[in-house]
Every structure is written in C-alpha cells, then in structure tokens.
C-alpha cells in the first residue's frame, strides 16, 4: 500500500475522534447558577464540522475543504479542524496545503500522535526526510511497547537512507535493548556499522547479536548469505561478512553442517577478492562434501563459484564436468546452461550442445544480453557468421556496456569482410573494458 493511500484509509477512522476534539474547543456560556445553555453559534459549527467530515469519510474532499476552510474563520487556533483539513487536502493530492495545516495542527498540540504520525507521513511523502527523522523521534518520545519500536525503526530506516549513520546505529540500538530478537532491526543496525565504515562496532553489535537475539542457525546463517551477496556488489561488505563469519564460529563452535556451509560461503568471498586458489580450496570441501545434510542450495552456490573459478584457472574439463553435475542436480537452471553453452563454445567442443543449451537459455530469458551473447558466441565457433550477427547486434541493444558483447561483434565483422565495423567495434570494446 502506497503512503498516500495509508493515509486516506485513515481519515474515516480519525474524522469523528477529530469532532469529538473539535467539540472541546468550542466555549459554552454559562450561567451565573454554572448550569450551561446551548450555544446556536457553537451548535451550528459542530454541526458543520460533523458534515464536513462526513464529506472528506465519502471521498467529497472539496466540498469538505469549503467548509472546513469557513470554520476557521472563525476558529483559526483550532488544532482539530487544521487536522480534518489537511486530511482533506490530502485526498484532493495538494500536498502542500496538507503540509501547512497539518504543521499547524502539530503547532497548536504538539503531544497529540495522530496529528504527528499524519505530518510525518506527509513529510515522508514529500521526501523531507530530516522533518521526517524529527517528527519520528518525537512520536517515539510518545509510544511504549511495540508502537514505539516499529517508530524507531522507521526513524532509523530514515537516518540509514539519509546516511546518517551513527544517528542509525544509536537508533536501532535503543530499538533492540527492549525488542532484541527483532532480526529485521539487526540486519538495518549490521548495514549502518558497515557504511559507517565501523568494523569494531559491528564486532560488537555482532557479539550481542549472537548471544541475546535467539535466532535460530538457519536465520543467521541466511544473515551471513545475505552479506556475502552484497558483497558481490559492494566490496564494501567483503570485511563485515568476514566477521560475521568469525563470529557465528566463535559461538557455535563445532557445528558440522556450519563448518560446511562457511567453507563455502568463505569460498564465495575469496573468489570475489581475487584469491581464487584459496576459493578453489575451500569450494571443493564443500562440493566433495559427503555430510547427509548438505543442502541443495549450497551445493549449487558452491559449485556454481567453482565452476568459475575452474574457468578462470584454465581447468575447463574440471569446469564443464561441475557444470554437467549441477545440470543433472538442476536441469531447468538457465544460468548454468548458458555457462557451460560458453565454456563449451570457448573450448570449441560439443558445440552442436552447446547450441542446443544457448538457444534453450535464450527462449526462457530472450530479453538477457549475456545470454545472446553466449549464442551469437557458440554461432561464431560455429562459423554460423550472419546469424552470429543478427544475434550479437541484438545483445549490443539490450546491453551496449559490456566489452565482450563488442568483441565478439568485431570478431563476426571481421569474418563477414566488415573490416571498418570491426575496428569500430573493437575500439568500443577496449574503451569499455578500461573503464
């Protein structure tokens, strides 16, 4: 549910507890005797009030604004009736005439939450992302038990966008003395240590972590992919999954099934850090691995990894032999029939197969560019020129920043006689690769 519809699907419930409140601000005469008489005056600005709130619960939000924008005519310092305004407003899409009278309701009762929560998500709504930190913070200041944590979190959240990280940290901290087994407010608060760049607060919120959240062995080794994953595109995250690592070991020493699912993740890391012969060590404990509750999933992350590692140290037997493995594992697993289609294309063998596994990864995902490259590839091995072309400029569409893509263009113009588009493409393909 998108913000602006939360916050309409709240104005029917809020428009009567509004009146109710409105009604507060409205004085009644009294007699000298204390008994108090009606008041037309007063009377018939309830009456308005309740009409007009009926109109903005039916969805008629400009005739509610016209009436609304009357009583304050009369009632300029009426927190109630900014509130039902700006909730009008809201509905009719003028954010910024909900703002105003919605930091206007908050200015007449800065304690009441509901007028704080709406500013909030206005503010939200808005992208003012530090009004939104501020508003959060003071609701917080506001709420006890569950209301106040799912607040700290948002507000934490906030400050992890606007990378206010040490404003993050503390958050998400203050969050988890009361509610520590929260695994999403772990996660936020591991995020904000590592863009803070702060390896020994998240050794310590780590240590923490591993001894009062109570998660199981399943949760906080899916903690441990989900960084290792990161890591794959921020290198940023190579470190912090390290320590995850170290820590988890430290305190579930001599857990078989964790020792062979680290082999492989740590496997994982030292691949993307360059260590490929270390990965290689590790990955192949991990695939060879005969433990009775090695899981499908690690089976494949490892020798996925493997596989490229074989490829990238020149050991391509090694390498179509895992890839043949995973297939029989998983024979509908389209990333890996494109990668044995290459490494079968680049070795000129089978290639009939290798074919057969390109055109196969191309029908599933017609639209991926590395997988028309790895077809127009086996085409080109096959000296299949003019199709290999028609392929490989339909790649170069749907990804013109891959070097390779461009290489292999140039390799097919070159066999067509194309020798100006060859060097054109070949030129593309060195100023992509030096970037």
């Not at 309740?50 to 604004?65: I, N, T």
């Not at 001894?211 to 441990?224: C, R, V």
């Not at 091995?381 to 070097?403: C, D």
Request: overall charge positive; aromatic content about 8%.
């Amino acid at each position: 549910m998108n913000l602006h519809c939360s916050i309409q699907s709240r104005i029917s419930r809020c428009i009567f507890f509004g009146a109710v409140i409105f009604s507060v601000f409205l004085p009644r005469p009294l007699l000298s005797s204390g008994i108090t008489l009606p008041d037309s005056l007063a009377e018939a600005s309830r009456r308005e009030f309740v009409a007009a709130s009926l109109q903005s619960a039916k969805g008629e939000y400009r005739g509610a604004v016209d009436r609304y924008v009357k009583l304050l005519v009369t009632q300029p310092n009426n927190a109630a009736l900014h509130y039902a305004l700006s909730n009008a407003y809201m509905g009719l899409g003028i954010i910024d005439s909900a703002r105003v009278h919605s930091e206007k309701s908050v200015q007449l009762n800065p304690d009441n939450k509901y007028y704080g929560k709406l500013l909030a998500g206005i503010s939200h709504q808005m992208n003012n992302y530090r009004q939104v930190a501020d508003r959060y913070r003071q609701l917080a200041s506001l709420e006890q038990g569950e209301g106040k944590a799912g607040l700290l979190y948002t507000l934490g959240q906030l400050y992890l966008q606007t990378a206010q990280y040490g404003l993050a940290i503390q958050t998400f901290r203050e969050l988890l003395r009361d509610n520590p087994g929260t695994l999403s407010a772990w996660l936020a608060l591991f995020e904000s240590s590592v863009h803070s760049e702060n390896n020994p607060a998240l050794r310590e919120d780590l240590d923490l972590f591993y001894t009062t959240a109570h998660a199981s062995l399943e949760q906080e080794i899916e903690l441990i992919r989900l960084f290792v994953a990161r890591s794959s595109k921020e290198r940023l995250y190579i470190e912090p999954a390290n320590l995850m690592m170290t820590e988890i070991e430290k305190h579930r020493p001599g857990n078989p099934r964790l020792t062979l699912t680290l082999h492989a993740l740590k496997g994982e890391l030292h691949f993307q850090g360059g260590n490929t012969k270390e990965a290689v060590r590790l990955l192949e404990k991990a695939v060879r691995s005969k433990h009775p509750k090695m899981e499908k999933w690690l089976y494949l992350q490892a020798g996925s990894t493997l596989a490229l590692c074989y490829d990238k140290l020149g050991y391509y037997d090694k390498c179509i032999r895992l890839y043949e493995n995973i297939l029989r594992l998983e024979p509908d697993n389209v990333l890996m029939m494109n990668n044995l289609a290459y490494v079968l294309a680049g070795q000129g063998k089978a290639l009939p197969r290798a074919k057969r596994l390109a055109m196969k990864a191309v029908a599933r995902e017609p639209a991926n560019a590395s997988y028309l490259d790895t077809l127009g590839w086996v085409l080109v091995k096959m000296g299949m020129y003019e199709q290999a072309k028609e392929i490989l400029e339909k790649a170069v569409r749907w990804n013109s920043g891959e070097f390779e893509i461009f290489d292999h263009l140039s390799n097919v113009y070159e066999k067509l006689g194309n020798s100006q588009k060859a060097v054109e493409m070949k030129e593309r393909a060195k100023t992509l690769k030096s970037r």
